[in-house]
């Protein structure tokens, strides 16, 4: 079967290409909803931002099926300056870089659904293009440049979430326990407001206990 589009952006659709099988089964009609690929019995969904709004359709899936969850990360990034009509005007590198630890803030929202069985969440890391239009209808941070679309260049690296070791994988080894939201953002590297998240999803998944406090910061530790 022909990938569909249901009139979807650029990086949804390339995203679609990119991990398609011979065999596939493209926007398949289940349990009342319409799914992006199915290959045999597994289902495949592409989500490019948002992952809270798959609560719903994942909650009803979940129960019957195994569920593969794609997000793209964008590694590195180029900003496509163009005219309302889309002409172009620039292309310069975004110094913003992504890492796989960024789906944990989607994960929080997410925290009841993620340690199912049946479910496994793949952040793919990603080079693409971030359109932006000249059109006036943009946040006020971009002075009014709408984002208009974004498109896939490659996909660089792949990491796989599917079991309590998988998240608890991003503690790293040598970090002393029990420890706080500033140590954890020290050893991974990234920023206190992620470390949090992630020790926030990890807690609501029962893989992290609070252990006491040291100052105003909780102590965290795995759950044994």
């Given amino acids: 079967m022909s990938i ?3 009139s979807e952006k650029s990086l949804h659709a390339d995203l679609k290409r990119w991990v398609e099988q011979p065999g596939d089964e493209f926007e398949v009609k289940v349990g009342g909803f319409v799914i992006d690929m199915v290959r045999g019995q597994t289902l495949i969904e592409i989500q490019t931002r948002h992952l809270y709004a798959m609560k ?3 909650g009803r899936l979940l129960v019957d099926h195994e569920v593969r969850l794609l997000h793209p990360v964008a590694r590195e990034k180029w900003i496509v300056r163009e005219t309302a009509v889309g002409e172009a005007i ?6 913003k870089h992504g890492q796989p630890l960024d789906i944990f803030t989607e994960l929080v929202r997410l925290t009841s659904l993620i340690p199912h069985p049946n479910l496994t969440i793949e952040v793919l890391l990603t080079q693409e293009e971030e359109i932006w239009r000249d059109d006036g209808q943009g946040s006020w941070r971009r002075k009014r440049w709408s984002v208009y679309d974004r498109r896939l260049l490659e996909v660089v690296e792949r990491v796989s979430f599917s079991s309590a070791a998988d998240y608890l994988g ?4 040598g970090l002393e326990r029990p420890f706080t939201n500033h140590d954890l953002a020290q ?6 407001h992620l470390a949090q998240k992630i020790t926030y999803t990890l807690r609501q998944m029962d893989l992290l206990t609070i252990t006491g406090k040291q100052g105003r ?3 965290f530790q795995p759950t044994p």
């Fill in 90 to 95: 620039s292309r310069r590198k975004s110094p």
């Fill in 187 to 192: 050893a991974l590297p990234c920023s206190p």
């Fill in 217 to 219: 910061s909780y102590l």
């Fill in 56 to 58: 719903r359709k994942l």
């Fill in 4 to 6: 569909g589009t249901l």
């Fill in 170 to 173: 991003v503690i790293p080894v």
